[in-house]
């Protein structure tokens, strides 16, 4: 961005505030190198209606607390942004506690390099995104898309293409308060508040402190059926956060230290099969009224029987009733420090910290389980062939003939520090170099440890890894046991020179990617399937016996047992870009980057099948080439961004998620050419009304036929799917915001429409057995959101008091939500059912 010093001597006396202009990058780094002032009589470029279209080499688009404050409190900011263009979100809920899948140019969320105040969010393992988990939308003050690529030195393994930048606002100088109250369908209720301390110390100190908590029921699964009690799954969170923030001097040098703590409680809900051949909850809905399905309550009253051999119930294995915890926290410090005239150092430390799983059940043995059938007897205990043998009596009744339900979720722990540092020093007025180094390492532990349920199917604990059960000789019994340390060291550089009307700016990373993973289980089959016996290496050495050799397509291997494996990639990504000011309103610009996207824990430990030194065990990291050029008008009215781009991903790499069995399926789709166009346009005629449009279109290609499988001879199977596009993304979305306001009162509204997505990459109806069960893609869907507040300011409340109603989805619209898209046209895959018509009620007050 330019730094364009066009002040006249009279205008050194304006306030710092006036030329302060928003942060449009991730890092305090970026944000210092991108920061511009653009003095020519007027204020910066403030945006209109809270949206910005920054003067930058990328196609890049900023959402503002103004617009971020009229949607539904305690929205997740994934959705806030799906009305920005290329950007497609479909929330599970309207509430923002429940997750949900989210697209931007067909980059997928674990293609998307998420920040907050700098630190990367994806998920360490699996890269992926969890929308449920952001910062209460009151705190942002703004949020920053790199609609196709990534900021220069984004410490991330998942940085494919494009990027989600959030930031944290400032405690205020005076001492304030505010609180939220909303009310709504569902039984939503949730309470907000924060304290800003104001200046405390005579060195301009100030701080603020927040506090949230969401409550409500399940969208899907609350009604109660005739003759059928319905079993009420409710979602239940709270947040807390906190920072102190210490300016130095009055050249904006500062210390920030802020604080973040995220608890949620859930069940899944919603999630059916994609076809239209079957009734609710086993396929997709035809009516609204097939969509408010009801899932019966269990209840056990049975009495185990001793000497019997007693089976498993069904109570709590349903996805439903399925439990989704999470804790999750970070540290996090941004500071700049001006070390001498022109030269800027900037660091940025910090730690985060995971507790989760995903839920799920299991059916318990009592007995051992013999691990060599065919030879001879082995009894043994451990989690093999998907169930876990525990050698004890677990029902209590004496004997250990019988099966029982067990909690079985697979468990994440997460301790992850980085920093992002770097150097800045302005040459001279058109000349600024910078340089940086970043460093990420997360420690994953992934586990699956069993405990007990209660009578009605819920856990006992949520978390089984605090008391995990274990076997008669002790041995805890889990479904999976490993441990990976993914670690980042990046070096780059960044260079901005401004000769009149063009500005360039040049810039590279080179990323070292190490992943060393320990998988203490043995791999039985090729989608990562594993046999595990705990500290039982009697039992481990008994079935690596039974089980010496695999064979895939005719080639006979040894069966990897437990081991440790190290991988590393190296890969330099160059970032290039211009503007060129065709007037003082009018620019066009272009950039080109390379992305990267190093394989996740989950391919690589599903890659541990294979030997460590065959092709088959060391998938290739997908590069990204990323091209983008377009054409912006920012004026004090009027906000216009069009821009054409191009992406060619290489080794792109695909996985589909099946939450019964709750594994990843992945492909390789080799090389897919994807490009399309953006667009968006928001203009203020009068400062009481404002409108905003926005749109895109997305193409892909995939450029060759795709291996699916090995015939009876060995021989490759090839799915057809050679120019056809991409499944999971939309192929245009489209919608608009109008917003006025008529003195107390504001009044707004949007509308969103997605395009229909292909069901999977072939672009072929599924067909099972026989029977076509859904077309090719899913139909398009139109959203219509509306929003309107009175001010309280006539009834001596003040201007920061005043009632808030929120209506999402009005015409209650039955649609399609999130998907996975995958390869096969033979399986249905998992869908969730879109967010019913939702209305919210809410009093603002602040002081």
Not at 219 to 246: C, E, M, R, T, W
Not at 659 to 686: A, H, Q
Not at 767 to 779: C, E, L, M, S
Request: proline share 5%; net charge negative; glycine share 12%.
């Amino acid at each position: 961005m330019k730094f364009r010093h066009t002040l006249a001597a009279s205008v050194a006396l304006i306030p710092v505030a006036l030329l302060s202009t928003p942060a449009f990058a991730q890092s305090t780094g970026s944000q210092d190198f991108d920061n511009e002032i653009v003095v020519t009589g007027s204020r910066s470029n403030q945006g209109v209606g809270g949206v910005i279209a920054p003067d930058t080499t990328k196609a890049k688009a900023v959402l503002t607390q103004e617009f971020i404050a009229h949607q539904a409190p305690g929205q997740t900011v994934n959705d806030i942004i799906n009305q920005l263009p290329g950007v497609s979100f479909q929330n599970n809920d309207p509430f923002g506690s429940a997750g949900g899948k989210m697209s931007i140019r067909g980059f997928d969320n674990t293609r998307i390099n998420q920040t907050f105040d700098g630190i990367p969010l994806n998920d360490s393992g699996n890269y992926a995104l969890y929308s449920n988990q952001q910062l209460d939308p009151e705190l942002i003050e703004q949020v920053n898309v790199n609609l196709g690529s990534t900021d220069v030195d984004s410490p991330t393994a998942a940085a494919s293409g494009s990027t989600v930048n959030y930031r944290t606002r400032n405690p205020g100088e005076e001492f304030g308060v505010k609180l939220v109250g909303s009310a709504g369908d569902f039984d939503f209720f949730r309470v907000f508040g924060m304290v800003d301390t104001g200046v405390f110390t005579p060195w301009g100190t100030r701080a603020f402190f927040s506090a949230s908590s969401a409550t409500n029921d399940t969208v899907f699964g609350n009604v109660d059926l005739p003759g059928v009690p319905s079993h009420k799954g409710q979602i239940n969170k709270q947040q807390y956060n906190a920072k102190l923030y210490q300016p130095i001097g009055d050249n904006g040098d500062f210390v920030a230290i802020s604080g973040h703590y995220n608890q949620n409680r859930n069940n899944f809900f919603g999630s059916v099969g994609l076809r239209n051949d079957r009734d609710v909850p086993s396929g997709f809905p035809q009516t609204k009224d097939e969509r408010d399905y009801g899932i019966a309550r269990c209840q056990i009253n049975t009495v185990a029987t001793p000497g019997v051999r007693d089976t498993a119930n069904s109570c709590g294995s349903t996805f439903d009733e399925r439990f989704n915890p999470s804790n999750t926290g970070n540290i996090r410090v941004n500071s700049r420090f001006t070390l001498s005239d022109g030269l800027v150092l900037t660091i940025d430390p910090s730690y985060q910290y995971v507790k989760a799983n995903g839920g799920g059940t299991a059916t318990g043995n009592e007995g051992f389980r013999d691990v060599d059938p065919g030879a001879g007897v082995s009894l043994q205990t451990g989690y093999i062939s998907g169930s876990p043998y525990y050698g004890r009596d677990l029902n209590g009744d004496g004997d250990i003939l019988d099966t029982v339900r067990v909690l079985a979720p697979s468990q994440t722990q997460t301790d992850r520090i980085g920093v992002i540092a770097g150097l800045r020093y302005e040459f001279d007025e058109s000349n600024t170099f910078r340089i940086f180094y970043s460093y990420d390492r997360a420690s994953h532990r992934q586990t699956g440890q069993t405990g007990f349920l209660k009578l009605d199917g819920s856990p006992i604990d949520v978390f089984p890894v605090n008391d995990p059960l274990a076997d008669v000789d002790g041995h805890v019994l889990q479904k999976r046991d490993r441990k990976s340390i993914a670690m980042l060291n990046m070096f780059g550089g960044q260079y901005r020179g401004e000769f009149g009307a063009l500005t360039i700016e040049v810039g590279g990373a080179y990323k070292m990617f190490k992943r060393d993973l320990t998988n203490n289980c043995a791999t039985s089959s090729v989608t990562g399937f594993v046999e595990c016996f705990g500290t039982n290496t009697a039992g481990l050495e008994a079935w690596l016996a039974a089980n010496p050799t695999q064979t895939v397509a005719g080639v006979t291997f040894d069966t990897q047992g437990p081991q440790r494996r190290v991988r590393k990639y190296n890969k330099f990504t160059p970032n290039v870009g211009l503007t060129y000011d065709l007037t003082d309103a009018l620019s066009i610009f272009a950039n080109y980057s390379k992305g990267v996207q190093v394989p996740g824990t989950d391919n690589l430990y599903n890659a541990f099948y294979f030997p460590a030194d065959t092709e088959s065990a060391n998938p290739a990291p997908e590069t990204t080439d990323n091209f983008d050029a377009g054409l912006r008008y920012s004026s004090s009215q009027v906000q216009a961004q069009v821009g054409l781009w191009y992406t060619i991903f290489n080794d792109r790499l695909a996985s589909s998620f099946d939450p019964e069995t709750e594994r990843n399926v992945y492909r390789n789709l080799g090389r897919v050419d994807k490009y399309g166009i953006d667009g968006s346009i928001s203009y203020r005629p009068i400062p009481e009304f404002s409108i905003y449009a926005f749109g895109s279109y997305l193409k892909s290609k995939i450029k060759d036929d795709v291996l699916n499988g090995i015939d009876g001879n060995g021989d490759p199977i090839y799915a057809p799917t050679a120019g056809k596009r991409e499944s999971g993304a939309p192929v245009y979305t489209f919608g608009a915001r109008v917003q006025g306001d008529l003195g107390p009162i504001q009044l707004g509204a949007q509308v969103k429409r997605t395009g229909p997505r292909y069901v999977n990459d072939q672009n072929l109806p599924l067909t099972i057995g026989g029977v076509d069960v859904y077309g090719a893609k899913t139909p398009a869907y139109t959203l219509v959101d509306l929003d309107a507040r009175v001010g309280l300011e006539w009834a001596g409340l003040g201007d920061k008091t005043y009632f808030q109603f929120n209506v999402s989805n009005l015409f209650d619209k039955l649609y399609v939500g999130g998907f996975d898209g995958q390869l096969a046209t033979n399986s249905a895959p998992f869908v969730q059912i879109g967010a019913p018509r939702t209305f919210i009620g809410s009093i603002i007050v602040g002081f």
